[in-house]
């Protein structure tokens, strides 16, 4: 008979009730003292321990985020998955949604509160651009739930057949580019448009930030409300739009007057060169960085490619993260709670990926593999491993180490603008002659002189 080996593994969790207030590693990014910290700023701590303490169910609205593709119940039991040594009790699926309303939405918007924010990083080149920060702002539509509560508070989008098929929140996020942090985030719903929200984002902006935004955001009373917070703009405009000239410099920029912000615009053709064809576009950009010596014109112009990096945040959001599907929220306040909760798994996920990176000198944020990230932290959640960082503090940790095994290349660049590549019914989307491959491309960036009488 083989000799037969007992393997034992001992977990640090909290006690009794709180075990299952857990998120696997990640915990460490959003520990025990920061989340009472949240109940206790928001007046929510509970008068009595109750089988589902408040900071339980903060976590379990978190995890809800993690394993998207399941009911609040099934949740439950990948937080308890590791704990079988535990005598602990299963609550019903009632009890979940009462603690869930118990709880409101005050807590999730502190934790938000104390966790958003531009990461602290050592890869300083892959964040910032001659000692700016650079940010992007931005909105996307997310769906939710169909219900007859939520339809009184949000509507659905009219669409060329009627309405659309479920009610959509707008969500408007600062985020910074490189690391991929979010900033800010303000959302309400889609009847509100986007420079209606943004005014809301103000108050992240600072000296030292350069904001990159596109056409949507141009208007004068917008930008002078994000250059009153201090920061710089770099914001593309319409082609057609004159501004008058009010000085040249060398580079090709000139100096010009967007109601009373002192600005320079760049005019340039961006040409692209990938699979043997040749596309050439015109783009026009405003900037309060008035020194063309220390800011030129087609390095501007090269690094305004990095608002990209937020779609890149709002796919993770909503197609890894979500994978497509609607917030699970049938009321109003629900869905306020739960967006509140999916902006803080994405920052604690892009958090433990930049921790990573960080360990590895002159190695860009961008390189990490979010998916990774966050299946590792799926494991992780439902094993109850590294709840508590250990006396020798782990900087990489286990996600890290999983990240780092496998880093992407650098990324490619974008060589057109966004397509339907999966249609939602069986017919072609866009017609059937879209060439949707992938194709190495380069760029060639040409900054154009232009007179009063050849603006265009």
């Not at 993690?66 to 439950?76: H, K, R, S």
């Not at 996020?173 to 959302?187: E, K, M, S, Y």
Request: glycine share 8%.
């Amino acid at each position: 008979m083989p000799d037969q080996i007992a393997i034992t593994e001992t977990k640090s969790i909290a006690a009794g009730r709180f075990a299952p207030g857990h998120l696997g590693e990640l915990t460490q990014l959003v520990p025990f003292d920061m989340v009472d910290d949240a109940l206790h700023r928001s007046g929510a701590v509970q008068q009595r321990i109750r089988l589902l303490p408040a900071r339980v169910v903060v976590y379990h609205l978190l995890a809800a985020c993690l394993f998207a593709e399941q009911g609040y119940l099934q949740v439950w039991h990948r937080l308890t998955a590791g704990l079988r040594t535990m005598a602990l009790t299963t609550p019903s699926a009632s009890a979940l949604r009462q603690a869930r309303q118990r709880l409101g939405v005050a807590p999730m918007r502190a934790l938000f509160d104390l966790l958003r924010g531009p990461a602290v990083t050592t890869a300083t080149t892959a964040v910032t651009w001659r000692g700016l920060l650079v940010c992007a702002i931005d909105g996307t539509m997310i769906s939710v739930a169909d219900s007859p509560a939520n339809l009184t508070a949000v509507t659905k989008q009219r669409c060329h057949h009627g309405t659309g098929g479920y009610p959509t929140i707008r969500l408007l996020a600062l985020v910074a580019c490189g690391t991929r942090h979010v900033i800010d985030a303000v959302f309400g719903p889609a009847g509100t448009g986007e420079t209606g929200y943004a005014p809301h984002l103000a108050r992240s902006l600072r000296p030292g930030m350069l904001l990159l935004a596109d056409r949507n955001f141009a208007a004068a009373a917008v930008l002078q409300g994000f250059a009153a917070a201090g920061a710089d703009l770099l914001v593309r405009c319409k082609s057609g739009r004159r501004l008058p000239i009010r000085g040249r410099h060398d580079d090709g920029s000139r100096l010009s007057q967007l109601g009373a912000l002192s600005i320079r615009v760049i005019d340039a053709e961006i040409t692209i060169i990938a699979g043997g064809v040749r596309r050439t576009g015109h783009y026009r950009l405003i900037t309060t960085l008035l020194d063309h010596h220390r800011y030129p014109a087609g390095h501007l112009i090269a690094l305004y490619h990095q608002r990209w990096e937020i779609e890149t945040a709002y796919l993770e959001m909503k197609s890894t993260i979500l994978d497509g599907r609607v917030l699970r929220s049938r009321t109003p306040t629900g869905i306020e709670q739960e967006i509140y909760a999916l902006l803080v798994t994405y920052q604690i996920l892009r958090t433990a990926m930049v921790d990573a990176t960080d360990n590895i000198p002159g190695t860009d944020p961008d390189r990490a593999s979010f998916t990774i990230a966050l299946n590792t932290a799926r494991d992780l959640t439902i094993q109850a491993a590294n709840v508590i960082a250990d006396t020798v503090i782990d900087l990489v940790g286990v996600i890290g180490r999983h990240v780092l095994a496998a880093l992407m290349p650098d990324r490619r660049i974008r060589t057109k603008a966004r397509i339907v590549k999966r249609a939602i019914s069986k017919y072609n989307a866009r017609g059937p002659n879209i060439d949707r491959t992938t194709y190495q491309a380069t760029t060639e960036i040409n900054v154009l002189i232009l007179t009063e009488a050849t603006q265009p």
